[in-house]
């Protein structure tokens, strides 16, 4: 946890003073083994980072002394449309996209993402907020994503991905592309990742129906949770 992530029911006295318990609480005593007197990176969910001075640490609640002024790092430019992984891979997933400062996320059904997989546990919204708020922590960030699902391919792609993806450099990660991935975009782009083993035929028609390009990442076959960083990787070098 490289920032303890504030939300407004954690103040106490306005905007001054926090008050935590439980696992952020357990991991500034366990992790940091910080002490009384002590300055932890901090920042309001949806605002701004700062310091947090301890002035309590036991075994039930840390308090902390609070001043936000620094702003989080720019969101990527980028709406990711997520074929559902497996529910592990999901979080995993998840996080590492919310480090990397994607905001827009679309987890989207396709011919190759069991129907189990929409029941998962993770898919509730709190545990999608949860994977997010761990993204948010580990890459000193405050703004959550807006994760949306949509269950149904074929009318996403026919009623509302071309609209959103309007604007900006639309790609999709498919294996057998004979078109490497760019590097250093620099304009907005809207990024579809399919599932394990890729789009099927009819789903790279519709996508590239709505002007998705199909771009690779080499000869190897890369599991999503790989795919992704190294495609945002190239996309944004400097992000």
């Known amino acids: 946890m490289n920032l303890i992530l504030l939300f407004e029911q954690d103040f106490v006295t306005g905007q001054e ?20 007197g002590e300055e932890l990176c901090v920042g309001l969910a949806g605002g701004r980072m ?5 002035t309590r640490l036991d ?17 990527l430019p980028l709406l990711l449309v997520l074929a559902l992984p497996r529910p592990p891979v999901l979080r995993r997933t998840l996080i590492a996209a919310t ?18 997989f929409w029941g998962a546990k993770v898919m509730a919204e709190e545990e999608l907020r949860n994977a997010a708020i761990l993204g948010l ?5 405050t703004l959550l994503p807006d994760i949306q699902i949509r269950d149904r391919f074929k009318p996403f792609v026919e009623d509302e991905l071309t609209d959103l993806s309007k604007g900006s450099t639309a790609l999709m990660g498919h294996p057998t592309s004979s078109v490497p ?18 789009f099927v035929p ?6 590239e129906a709505c002007g998705f ?9 890369l599991r999503v949770e790989t795919v992704l960083p190294a495609l945002l990787a190239r996309l944004f070098p400097l992000a």
């Open 17 to 36: 003073r926090v008050q935590l318990r439980g696992r952020r609480h357990q991991h500034v005593r366990e992790i940091h083994r910080a002490t009384v």
């Open 202 to 207: 009819y789903e790279l028609e519709k996508l």
């Open 99 to 116: 480090s990397m400062g994607v905001k827009r996320i679309v987890l989207l059904h396709a011919n190759r993402v069991e129907k189990s």
């Open 213 to 221: 390009a199909p771009i690779h990442l080499g000869e190897r076959i």
């Open 59 to 75: 075994d039930s609640v840390l308090e902390m002394d609070i001043q936000l002024d620094t702003e989080p790092p720019p969101a």
């Open 50 to 54: 700062g310091r947090g001075l301890i």
């Open 137 to 141: 922590e580990q890459a000193k960030d």
């Open 181 to 198: 991935c760019p590097r250093d975009i620099k304009n907005a782009v809207t990024l579809a990742v399919g599932p394990e083993g890729g």
